[in-house]
């Protein structure tokens, strides 16, 4: 999880170029530019609609633990490794508009 | 004089299609006075001449509709899910370009009214439809044709015209009609070389079902992905949500013009919610023995119980 820590303190936002879909409850994903698709399943889902607005883990986490029966720790822990993977899979960009955020 | 010209109104799709053409695989249509939902016309297009000449925009929607060009052929226009414009080239057959009409201009029409079209044949299975896909040569219409023989009826042969009302998929029935492989008619396919999206208009030829044609909307139940194998035996694979997305975007007809028709996403919402919603199955079949009557049999026995396990 090292590689993670730097993170943090970035902010996440979705990448427009994606069409998102709900399959029965499921966030699909597809790539307009090259056709992949993505199930992010139900939470993950969740994860995406919330990096509708540019937001760190924390936010994020925060939003999950009033809707989801989780420890803090272990939800931060999982977030966090599902945003490094969905940035590297090009689903949310780092937010470099500075931090404000309404 | 001018107004004694009789047209037929057919129906095809749960449209009433009237059209300048002849139509001859379309049945007239059930419900005399009907409105006509579609009609078919032969008008000069030539003001799209410059559109249709490029190569960037020979299939594109403009204005008036989507509008596409057949080298030798002619030049089309799809509007509103309710107008077909040809403009053919001198000498073309009305054969011809039914091809068209019925083949690409259809698909265009049903995206335009919000139907999914998915490539591949359709049959009912106990009040049921069950769409079989694959790729050209994969068996659809041999499968098809075994299911006709034990007593199934033919839904659709080519196109299959999928709404999504109310949470339930519907198939609209094609026309009665199946169409069989038949690699020696070439003659059109040698113009037709370079056009491979279009191809599969040409390599096949029709056979009139007749009574073995089921003419009402009826629930879409599953899909089957038929595919070659080197395997000895044909075996059913059960498919995840993700795999049925996937044959869903795969197979769906004419797949490559939906972004020339601006409607990437709600071709990509309707395949979600479809997938999410629909049993989806893979048929492994071999390529030295294509055994149709016991894949008939099995995917008949599957569905069954598939059907009980869920009532």
């Known amino acids: ?102 | 004089m001018m107004n004694t010209i009789q047209q037929t109104v057919y129906e095809a799709f749960g449209l009433a299609i009237q059209s300048e053409i002849p139509l001859p695989e379309l049945p007239p249509v059930s419900h005399a006075g009907k409105n006509v939902d579609v009609t078919v016309r032969l008008a000069s297009l030539s003001r799209w001449d410059a559109i249709v000449s490029s190569r960037d925009t020979n299939f594109s929607n403009q204005a008036e509709g989507f509008v596409f060009r057949m080298p030798d052929t002619a030049t089309f226009c799809v509007q509103n899910g309710s107008t077909i414009t040809i403009d053919r080239l001198p000498g073309v057959s009305t054969e011809k370009l039914r091809l068209f009409v019925l083949g690409t201009c259809m698909g265009v029409l049903l995206m335009q009214r919000g139907l999914f079209p998915l490539h591949g044949s359709a049959l009912s299975i106990d009040g049921r439809a069950y769409a079989f896909v694959g790729q050209s040569g994969a068996g659809k219409s041999t499968l098809a044709a075994s299911f006709l023989q034990s007593g199934y009826s033919l839904i659709s042969d080519d196109v299959i015209a999928i709404s999504y009302e109310n949470g339930v998929p519907l198939v609209y029935p094609a026309y009665p009609q199946q169409k069989l492989w038949q690699e020696s008619l070439d003659h059109f396919g040698q113009s037709s070389s370079g056009y491979s999206a279009l191809h599969d208009e040409y390599d096949k030829f029709a056979i009139p079902v007749g009574d073995r044609f089921h003419n009402e909307p009826i629930p879409l139940a599953g899909v089957f992905e038929l595919v070659k194998t080197e395997e000895p035996y044909a075996s059913i694979h059960k498919l995840e949500r993700l795999e049925r997305l996937h044959i869903l975007l795969a197979h769906t007809y004419r797949s490559a013009i939906i972004p020339r028709l601006d409607l990437k996403e709600q071709h990509f919402s309707m395949v979600a919610a479809l997938a999410g919603e629909l049993e989806a199955y893979q048929i492994h079949r071999s390529t030295t023995a294509f055994t149709a009557p016991d894949i008939v049999e099995r995917v008949v026995q599957l569905v069954r119980s598939e059907h009980e396990a869920r009532a």
Do not use: H, P
């Open chain 1, 1 to 102: 999880m090292t590689n993670m820590t730097g993170l943090d303190q970035q902010r996440f936002v979705q990448n427009k170029n994606y069409i998102a879909s709900d399959m029965n409850g499921e966030k699909v994903m597809l790539d307009v530019q090259s056709g992949k698709y993505y199930n992010l399943g139900t939470i993950g889902g969740r994860i995406w609609d919330l990096s509708a607005q540019a937001s760190t883990v924390d936010e994020i986490v925060a939003r999950l633990l009033e809707e989801y029966e989780v420890s803090q720790e272990v939800c931060k822990q999982q977030v966090t490794t599902f945003m490094g993977q969905m940035l590297s899979e090009g689903l949310v960009d780092i937010d470099d508009q500075g931090t404000s955020s309404r």
